[in-house]
């Protein structure tokens, strides 16, 4: 095996930077272009989108349709419904998976892809929309579409002008800029793409306080008139090492921890009140919040519990071991 000198692997490093460099100036070119030229065509587009009742089809050959793969995965996380359907396998009977509910995304860099040409015809026949997303604006698809939108004349990233490179990058982007623009219109939430992210990262991340909280009898809640002696057996019973502190109404006072019994350790302290005890005004949380927002709240105060409130009424509480076992980081 041949052994590069270190000059010769500087040399061939710093090549494959200048590569990679020239690579990614020219994609971001492309992107920066294709922002520049949008135009009504794309609020056109988006409309077709937002009144389609079904799902929306997204098609492709090729690279094209590696990028039609994840532009349909990105519309059906973000709260359109989206399938891939493959345009050669259209041909031969997945065209029953369309219907004349539903809207229809091709993509094509020459817009001459032949094999879209059934799948074209069967959505003009059933007046299917279609959006075309391709680089030439005289091309068969563009002509059969209801919108085209055109991709900007860029050079390929490939050093032969060949390879699908800047043109698939760009592609990608207006994917995606259509689908992010679509959830802002519907009024897509956070909520809404933890309910489609149950798991994994995002999940954890979007997971509201309300999910992992403790609530009903297993809060450690005390009246303000609590003798200490019974506010000691209530904050033994429930496991939390703290009591929370309610008014005659219900709202929250106060809270008492270990640190508050250490304060005021005396022979005198099980005849005291809780109120005469607790921490007033202690830190909550709402229910709604991002458990991670409550575990941030538990870190920066080094407590290990948060009371959850709401309209000043204590309805659970989080222990920071909650936050740690639902793998909220």
Request: hydrophobic share 45%.
């Given at each position: ?83 891939f359907v493959h345009p050669a396998e ?192 202690p830190k909550a949380i709402r229910p ?42």
């Open positions: 095996m041949t052994t590069l000198s270190a000059p010769s692997l500087r040399a061939k490093t710093e090549t494959g930077l200048a590569s990679a460099r020239r690579v990614l100036q020219l994609e971001a070119a492309g992107i920066e272009t294709l922002s520049k030229s949008l135009d009504e065509s794309f609020g056109r587009a988006l409309a077709i989108l937002e009144r389609t009742s079904g799902r929306v089809i997204v098609t492709g050959m090729g690279k094209s349709g590696h990028v039609a793969t994840k532009v349909a995965a990105t519309f059906s996380s973000t709260g359109t419904p989206a399938q259209a041909s031969h009977g997945d065209l029953g998976m369309i219907t004349d509910r539903d809207a229809v995304i091709a993509f094509s860099n020459s817009g001459e892809t032949t094999e879209l040409a059934d799948l074209v015809t069967y959505a003009k026949r059933f007046e299917i929309p279609l959006i075309a997303i391709t680089g030439r604006a005289g091309s068969t698809l563009s002509e059969a579409a209801d919108v085209t939108l055109l991709l900007p004349s860029t050079p390929e990233a490939c050093p032969m002008g060949l390879a699908p490179t800047t043109s698939t990058t760009v592609m990608l982007a207006l994917g995606d800029a259509l689908a992010v623009a679509l959830l802002e219109r519907k009024g897509f939430s956070a909520e809404d793409f933890r309910v489609l992210h149950p798991g994994g990262k995002l999940g954890r991340r979007l997971l509201r306080v309300s999910a992992i909280m403790h609530s009903g009898e297993t809060m450690p809640i005390v009246n303000r008139a609590a003798l200490m002696a019974d506010v000691l057996l209530t904050m033994t019973a429930k496991g939390f090492g703290c009591a929370g502190v309610i008014s005659d109404e219900g709202q929250l006072l106060g809270v008492i921890t270990d640190g508050d019994l250490r304060r005021h350790m005396a022979a005198d302290l099980v005849s005291m009140t809780a109120e005469q005890v607790m921490t007033a005004n709604d919040a991002l458990a991670s927002e409550a575990l941030h709240v538990m870190n920066a105060r080094a407590i290990t519990n948060l009371f959850v409130v709401e309209d000043d009424r204590p309805v659970g509480i989080v222990h920071v071991h909650d936050c740690l076992r639902a793998g909220v980081a």
